[in-house]
T-cell receptor, first 113, second 112 residues
Framework: NAGVTQTPKFQVLKTGQSMTLQCAQDMNHNSMYWYRQDPGMGLRLIYYSASEGTTDKGEVPNGYNVSRLNKREFSLRLESAAPSQTSVYFC????????????FGDGTRLSIL | GDSVTQMEGPVTLSEEAFLTINCTYTATGYPSLFWYVQYPGEGLQLLLKATKADDKGSNKGFEATYRKETTSFHLEKGSVQVSDSAVYFCALSNHRDDKIIFGKGTRLHILP
């Protein structure tokens, strides 16, 4: 019973490099999310997808792009990594409906040197 | 805009102590309220929720009551255990979309 799977778990990049964080869910959820978690800042929404083929900006979208490849997968891309993007990134999914709980992956710890 | 404010941590208690983590919110209308818990090295998971005023959510010995008059949703547990050590997040959803607004989290340490 995998739930939400994120890869990789850890990554170190140099400034200016690009990479894609992968997320997949096996719960047939329509809604998927990308957050970043920084000390003292809680969770901040980067991008959101209400369904396959749709994406919306969250609170902190600058420097990121997303792709909802299909219903299961939602990827986050850093085109040119910056030290300010050092963070722990979480993917989540939920059924549609504001009362529905979000299910989180275990996170990707990303360091930009 | 909508927001959630929760007490800053860390909170350190001895095992079997009573726990309260305060949470207040600002929102229009009647939001749904949640508490999530994050154990070390893991993602967040839903602890409990309440969807209307005076509702009480409960799970694993934790409780929180939706107080519309004080715009609060304080988390309580009568007797904490070392295994309750984690970060706790208060959150709300205002029914405009499927987004959830999280507080900044409160780190809880329970000493044996």
């Amino acid at each position: 019973n995998a739930g939400v799977t994120q890869t990789p778990k850890f990554q170190v990049l140099k400034t200016g490099q690009s990479m894609t964080l992968q997320c997949a869910q096996d719960m047939n959820h329509n809604s998927m999310y990308w957050y970043r978690q920084d000390p003292g800042m809680g969770l901040r929404l980067i991008y959101y997808s209400a369904s396959e083929g749709t994406t919306d900006k969250g609170e902190v979208p600058n420097g990121y792009n997303v792709s909802r490849l299909n219903k299961r997968e939602f990827s986050l891309r850093l085109e040119s990594a910056a030290p300010s993007q050092t963070s722990v990134y979480f993917c989540a999914s939920s059924e549609q409906g504001s009362d529905q709980p979000q299910h989180f992956g275990d996170g990707t710890r990303l360091s930009i040197l | 805009g909508d927001s959630v404010t929760q007490m800053e941590g860390p909170v350190t208690l001895s095992e079997e102590a009573f726990l309260t983590i305060n949470c207040t919110y600002t929102a229009t209308g009647y939001p749904s309220l949640f508490w999530y818990v994050q154990y070390p090295g893991e993602g967040l998971q839903l602890l409990l929720k309440a969807t209307k005023a005076d509702d009480k959510g409960s799970n694993k010995g934790f409780e929180a009551t939706y107080r519309k008059e004080t715009t609060s949703f304080h988390l309580e547990k009568g007797s904490v255990q070392v295994s309750d050590s984690a970060v706790y997040f208060c959150a709300l959803s205002n029914h405009r979309d499927d987004k959830i607004i999280f507080g900044k989290g409160t780190r809880l340490h329970i000493l044996p």
